[in-house]
C-alpha cells in the first residue's frame, strides 16, 4: 500500500481536495451491482485505500452512503505511525452531506467508526431531524440555509480537516 500511496502524495501543508469516483465506459458512476464495486478492480481500491490512509476526511453524498454501504473507518495499524508523524487523527472522519437528513442511522459507519462522523446539511429542518441526526453523528448546518460546496469546505477546515477526500458519483 505505501508504494500506491507515494504515487498520490499530499502536501506537507494547507488545504487540499481530491476527487475520487469510477465510471463505466458509458459515464455511469454504477455497474451491474448497482453500485461502483463492479467497476473497480484491484488497483482502483489499492489507489483509494491509499488515498484515503492519509487524508483527514472523506466527504460523500447521502445516496453515496445508501448504495455504497460504507464500512465503519476504524484504525488502522499499519498507518498510525505516518498518521501521527504528520499530525493526523486515528483515522479519516467520514463526512455526508444530506438535505434531508433521511440516512441509514443503523448502519455501522454511524456506530462502529473511530471517529464519529459529520453529517453536513442546510437549514429549516424540524428540529426532531437535527435532534435524530446528533444522536449519530455531529451536525454541520450550512449557515443561511445555503449548501454551497465552498461554505462546507470552510467548515472543514475550521475543524482542522485539510486533506480532504470527495469519493462518489450518484
Known amino acids: 500500500m ?3 500511496a507515494s504515487h498520490y502524495p499530499w502536501p506537507a ?10 465510471m463505466g465506459l458509458d459515464g455511469a458512476p454504477v455497474g451491474p451491482d448497482g453500485g461502483s464495486r463492479s467497476l473497480s478492480g484491484p488497483a482502483d481500491l489499492a489507489a483509494l485505500l491509499a488515498i484515503r490512509s492519509h487524508s483527514d476526511a472523506v466527504v460523500i453524498g447521502a445516496e453515496t452512503l445508501r448504495v455504497e454501504r460504507y464500512k465503519p473507518f476504524r484504525e488502522k495499524p499499519e498507518f498510525q505511525e ?9 483515522a479519516p472522519r ?10 441509514p442511522w443503523e448502519e455501522p459507519v454511524f456506530t462502529e467508526s473511530a471517529l464519529r462522523p459529520l453529517v453536513a446539511t442546510v437549514g429549516g429542518h424540524d428540529a426532531a431531524w437535527l435532534d435524530r441526526a446528533r444522536e449519530h453523528a455531529e451536525g454541520l448546518v450550512a449557515p443561511g440555509g445555503r449548501g454551497e460546496p465552498a461554505c462546507l469546505l470552510d467548515e472543514l477546515y475550521a475543524l482542522r480537516l485539510r ?3 470527495c469519493e462518489g458519483g450518484r
Open 2 to 4: 505505501n508504494d500506491v
Open 13 to 22: 501543508s494547507g488545504r487540499y481536495v481530491r476527487a475520487m469516483m469510477v
Open 82 to 90: 505516518r498518521r501521527a508523524a504528520q499530525g493526523l487523527d486515528v
Open 94 to 103: 467520514l463526512v455526508v452531506v444530506s438535505a434531508s437528513l433521511k440516512l
Open 163 to 165: 486533506r480532504i477526500v
